[in-house]
């Protein structure tokens, strides 16, 4: 089995950074992609970013110029580089994962990581 594990939330004044880490652990062989989505209270989770493994990118369009996405394919980790952040990006940030095989052969259609809170004041 998979396990995303998410690190780098935290509380940051409005027009700061934050750098999120999400990395896949277990006996995975590919990949195909991963990125990053939110969910405010009383709000629906929503996509803010993901990244293929052939490098393809997709962004909202509220968060575009502001967040970059990466990646680093050997180590199975994906990172939301988070700039002049607002106080209507505040949300649980969850890490997603999909097409993943396993070094068995097995595969999963898509995975969540637990979730890190970012919060942004104003």
């Known amino acids: 089995q998979v396990q995303l594990v998410e690190s780098g939330g935290g509380l940051v004044q409005a027009g700061g950074s934050l750098r999120l880490s999400c990395a896949a652990s277990g006996s995975i062989s590919s990949i195909y992609y991963m990125g990053w989505y939110r969910q405010a209270p009383g709000k629906q989770r929503e996509l803010v970013a993901t990244l293929t493994s052939g490098g393809v990118t997709n962004y909202r369009d509220s968060v575009k110029g502001r967040f970059t996405i990466s990646r680093d394919n050997a180590k199975n980790t994906v990172y939301l580089q988070m700039n002049v952040l607002k106080p209507e990006d505040t949300a649980v940030y969850y890490c997603?994962?999909?097409?993943?095989?396993?070094?068995?052969?097995?595969?999963?259609?898509?995975?969540w990581g637990q979730g890190t809170q970012v919060t942004v004041s104003s």
């Open positions: 997603n994962a999909g097409g993943i095989t396993y070094s068995s052969g097995a595969y999963s259609n898509t995975i």
